[in-house]
């Protein structure tokens, strides 16, 4: 039995019956950000046309009805994520946003000299930067978590490197290149044993996994939610509130605060303290009627469907005598990524014979450059799946493909 009615959700999505150079879009850069359903888009418009008006502010309908609206979407969140308690969650800008806040608000107030910092060899940019400045900050040491040959994190070696001196694990759920899924509660067993704190990327993860805080047994999970149908510009802290209590705030202005006085200010209570300024009002309603759309799917149903995908794309990958894949060959051990190369064609130059057929990946070192000087290459090329994706498209990314190869010469792969 089908996961889900694949014909009636891709109707849901307006812009899949566009052509890109003549040809119907296949649309598989998903990892980079989701397409929206309809219902999204209605979601924005109806809060322009209806009742656009500043929240948490207004004694007036239009900004109560906003302000409903926006913190309805607060609950949807804690219950997508499995949280405990409504006060931490908080809406920042993207997952970007939500790491640097951690980093400059606990992580200037706990990271101390000689502390460590655990991240992976896969993390993007975003989970890795905002540590390094804080550790060059601090005097604190970024320690890396090496992969096996096929891409995973080696438990043995995790379990060596996570001792007295960490004071933070920040990992990603899932790789944006390799589509390593990680085991984020294995890790943060031993981050708690040694007395540390665990950070988790959920930028890829939490969009394909059916996702519990509690599971997961993290102390903060970030994501954004234009990886997950919904608008740009919306991402979301989740913090143990014990933790998010004793943190100072990130940003101050307008909505932080409680009390001000013209020498001194009292902030405002949790999430509050960590919403400065007006937010993205339309963006996180929207956002909504995303999580809700993925709910009447099924987060189950989502991944059954992309390990299906996965699955038939490695298989089909093999046809290719020039491909090199990476990453975990099992589908059950990835999210719906795929990363390769052909020997000694530049990945853009296979992005742009790809396009040509309008067909969309992704090529580049997709934010995570030292896992690429790991790979030993500049880029790679990458598919990434969602819940549109069908089976006939990536046949026809295998044909683009197999032409790219023809196009491009045949080198023998290593
Ligand atoms: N973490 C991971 C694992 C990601 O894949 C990304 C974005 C981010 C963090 C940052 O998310 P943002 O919403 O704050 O920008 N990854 C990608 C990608 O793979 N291609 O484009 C963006």
Same mark, same amino acid.
Request: glycine residues 16%.
């Given at each position: 039995m089908k996961a889900f009615d694949l014909e009636q959700v891709r109707k849901d999505f307006p812009i899949l019956s566009r052509a890109v150079n003549g040809k119907p879009l296949v649309y598989l850069d998903n990892a980079a950000t989701a397409q929206k359903p309809a219902c999204v888009i209605q979601a924005l418009t109806n809060y322009y046309e209806h009742y656009n008006a500043n929240i948490h502010? *207004?004694?007036?309908t239009l900004s109560e009805e906003a302000t409903s609206a926006y913190e309805a979407v607060r609950e949807s969140i804690r219950d997508f994520i499995a949280a405990p308690c409504l006060r931490s969650v908080i809406f920042t800008r993207n997952a970007t946003e939500a790491v640097n806040l951690v980093a400059h608000s606990w992580g200037r107030t706990n990271i101390l000299p000689g502390d460590e910092i655990v991240l992976s060899a896969m993390e993007h940019h975003s989970n890795l930067v905002p540590w390094q400045l804080l550790a060059s900050e601090r005097g604190a040491k970024l320690v890396y978590l090496e992969l096996t040959e096929s891409g995973e994190i080696d438990l043995q070696q995790a379990a060596s490197v996570i001792g007295a001196r960490t004071k933070l694990v920040a990992v990603t759920m899932?790789?944006?290149?390799?589509g390593t899924i990680v085991p984020v509660a294995e890790l943060a067993k031993l981050a708690h044993a040694a007395g540390a704190l665990v950070l988790v990327d *959920? &930028?890829?993860g939490v969009p394909h996994l059916k996702t519990s805080v509690t599971e997961l047994d993290c102390d903060f999970l970030v994501f954004s939610l234009h990886k997950m149908l919904g608008p740009t510009g919306v991402g979301v802290l989740w913090g143990r509130p014990e933790l998010l209590e004793a943190m100072p705030p990130f940003l101050s202005g307008?909505?932080?605060?409680g009390s001000v006085w013209r020498d001194r200010v009292k902030f405002n209570e949790? /999430?509050?303290?960590?919403? &400065? *300024?007006? /937010?993205n009002i339309a963006d996180v309603i929207a956002s909504g009627a995303a999580i809700d759309y993925l709910n009447r799917l099924g987060m189950d149903n989502v991944r059954a469907h992309e390990i299906e995908l996965t699955k038939y794309a490695l298989n089909r990958m093999k046809e290719l005598d020039d491909a090199l894949v990476y990453g975990p060959l099992d589908a059950n051990k990835r999210g719906g990524v795929i990363s390769f190369n052909f020997a000694d064609v530049h990945p853009h130059d296979i992005g742009q014979i790809l396009n040509e057929s309008g067909i969309a990946i992704r090529a580049g070192h997709h934010c995570c450059q030292p896992l690429m000087r790991d790979l030993k290459v500049a880029g790679t090329a990458r598919a990434s799946f969602y819940i549109y994706n069908t089976k006939d498209e990536i046949d026809q990314f295998l044909e683009a493909l197999q032409e790219a190869d023809k196009v491009m010469g045949h080198v023998a792969c290593r």
């Open positions: 502010r *207004g004694i007036h899932m790789s944006n290149v390799l *959920g &930028a890829q307008g909505d932080m605060i949790l /999430p509050y303290k960590f919403e &400065a *300024g007006t /937010p």
